[in-house]
């Protein structure tokens, strides 16, 4: 049975930093793609950074790029926010999808954690 359980999230100022975990169990990172996304209030969930984490392949969204960064320790996958901004406040979710095939889409995963609440005041 796959879990993935994120932790990290919470409350932060304006250009602050937070790092979320993914830690998961009953997949191999190595084995698929790893997918951050994050939902606002009032807004459709969008993807936020996708990883290949065998290969070291990845893409951020342009919201977030420069901001964020991924990394890992062996089962878990972090993101790390630098230079948060309001309009990164929302629940992040990791996801997970078997397979060596680049995915960015939310419904190509199958697998997803609870999420995280990341807000960021002004």
């Known amino acids: 049975q796959v879990q993935l359980v994120e932790s990290g999230g919470g409350l932060v100022q304006v250009g602050g930093s937070l790092r979320l975990s993914c830690a998961a169990s009953g997949f191999t990172l190595d084995d698929g793609t790893i997918g951050w996304f994050r939902q606002a209030p009032g807004k459709e969930r969008e993807e936020v950074a996708c990883i290949l984490p065998k290969f070291g392949t990845q893409s951020y969204a342009d919201a977030v790029k420069g901001r964020f960064t991924w990394s890992r320790d062996k089962n878990t996958v972090y993101l790390q926010m630098n230079n948060l901004k309001s309009e990164d406040t929302a629940i992040y979710y990791c996801?997970?999808?078997?397979?060596?095939?680049?995915?960015?889409?939310?419904?190509?995963?199958?697998?997803w954690g609870q999420g995280t609440q990341v807000t960021v005041s002004s």
């Open positions: 996801a997970a999808v078997r397979g060596q095939q680049f995915m960015c889409l939310s419904a190509q995963y199958p697998y």
